[in-house]
């Protein structure tokens, strides 16, 4: 599922969609979410039907410019659908029945200086399913880069991680940031079982003295996906499941190439 506004940025994240969705087999869906001003008679502002009638045709006209680029880019089922709504809100409810949702680091609403959208960090921290931010270019032979940091969520990752090196042919790094001896056997361990169900991915680990966001980046130069749980085990408490961890946060907003953020319950068990 694409998240689709018409902006340029939005563009690119259809295109990085229809060509994932080739891999899989699998059909596109191109959503378009427009906030339509609810014509109850309690609305405070009544606004003219041609002006509601005007907003769900430009979502039309949006959708069939993507549904082209899509077509264009791979031959692969393409169904669109427009829903009147917060963008955010119907992203999210779309992506219960996704295997994967993406949408472009930054849309028309944004605001010039800013690397990321409001859309794109609201769906990363609150999707049902993993969630693609595409930015930048993509080079096809570039690695994978996987962040993982002990967590129970860093399995999730790495599956994730090795299923998509597996489907492009392409070499994973796994990288953990302030690691001891124990979390070098821990991540050692863990690749090793991943390997043996992915045999043919060529696989290399980085332990790094340093903070997470920086290892990721500079482990990323030439990547074309990394990968990150929303969270790690930094969470404490009650907050350990609200809103995205620092390194997601960081890695989503500075991040070159596009970016996979899986949640604890973003696992992709629908066909």
């Known amino acids: 599922m694409v998240g689709v506004d018409g902006s340029p940025s939005s563009l690119d994240a259809v295109r990085w969609a229809a060509a994932e969705a080739a891999r899989r087999g699998a059909a596109l869906t191109l ?17 003219p039907r041609s002006y509601r009638d005007a ?23 393409v169904r669109t659908e427009l829903r009147a709504g917060q963008p955010v ?24 200086g800013l690397l990321l959208g409001s859309v794109a960090v609201g769906l990363a921290t609150h999707g049902h ?34 299923a998509t090196a597996a489907a492009r042919g392409v070499r994973l790094i796994a990288v953990q940031a302030l690691a ?22 060529e696989v290399s680990q980085r332990l790094v003295e340093d903070r997470p966001v920086r290892a990721l980046l500079q482990a990323a130069e030439g990547a074309q996906l990394i990968v990150v749980g929303s969270r790690g ?15 997601s946060h960081g890695v989503l907003h500075h991040a070159e190439c596009p970016v996979a953020v899986l949640r604890p319950q973003a696992l992709p068990e629908r066909a």
């Open 129 to 162: 399913c993993p969630v693609v931010v595409v930015r930048g270019a993509v080079p096809e032979d570039g690695p994978i880069v996987a962040g993982v940091d002990g967590s129970p969520l860093s399995d999730t990752v790495l599956g994730f991680a090795f």
């Open 31 to 47: 959503l378009f979410a427009c906030a339509v001003p609810s014509p109850e008679p309690y609305t405070p502002v009544k606004l």
């Open 233 to 247: 085990r930094g969470g404490r408490g009650g907050l350990a499941g609200i809103g995205l961890g620092s390194t």
């Open 89 to 112: 809100a119907e992203l999210v409810r779309a992506s219960e029945t996704a295997d994967l949702a993406v949408l472009g680091s930054r849309g028309l609403g944004g605001i010039t």
């Open 180 to 201: 001891s001896a124990d979390d070098e056997e821990d991540l050692t361990s863990r690749l090793q079982r991943w390997k043996a169900e992915y045999p043919r991915v």
């Open 55 to 77: 907003l769900l045709d430009q979502g039309r006209e949006r959708l069939e410019e993507a549904k082209k680029v899509a077509e264009h880019t791979a031959a692969v089922p």
